[in-house]
């Protein structure tokens, strides 16, 4: 059974050891791996971690902004940018991503933040587009390179 909750001091070596293999995995361009200074900073409302028989198997990131007028977002809106969510290649098949960006929208939405956006720089990007589109994100834009 998968356990999301927030993350705490006792996850900062782990997530930091996740964050090194989703590096390791090169399929999100310009990824440096999180340090435990920068995770230790992250801890509260907004990063969490998934746990099965209490191993931490994935975790996620994200950070409250104000909207300076963005496209799909009223200036001065606060809205939550979900930052990372990463989930070990051996348990991908199990719902684990869902269940840890419901954790951070209710999470915002608790505290009276009911908009949110994410940017991905993953070379799986078809794959990435459809989870977020089955959580209920809608496409803002594309950017493409050559």
Not at 20 to 39: D, I, K, P, Q, R
Not at 109 to 120: A, H, L, P
Request: charged share 25%; hydrophobic share 40%; net charge negative.
């Amino acid at each position: 059974m998968v356990t999301v909750r927030k993350a705490n001091e006792n996850d900062v070596l782990i997530v930091a050891k996740l964050s090194e293999l989703w590096v390791s995995e090169c399929f999100t361009y310009g990824l440096a791996a999180n340090t435990e200074e920068l995770l230790r900073r992250n801890i509260g409302d907004y990063f969490w971690v998934a746990e099965i028989n209490s191993e931490v198997v994935g975790y996620i990131t994200g950070s409250v902004h104000e909207s300076d007028g963005l496209a799909v977002i009223e200036k001065g809106e606060l809205y939550l940018e979900v930052d990372e969510v990463y989930v070990h290649p051996e348990y991908r098949s199990g719902n684990i991503g869902h269940l840890m960006v419901d954790k951070l929208l209710q999470t915002a939405e608790g505290n009276g933040i009911t908009r949110s956006i994410v940017y991905s720089a993953s070379k799986q990007w078809q794959k990435i587009v459809g989870f977020y589109e089955k959580l209920g994100f809608k496409m803002w834009f594309v950017q493409m390179y050559r």
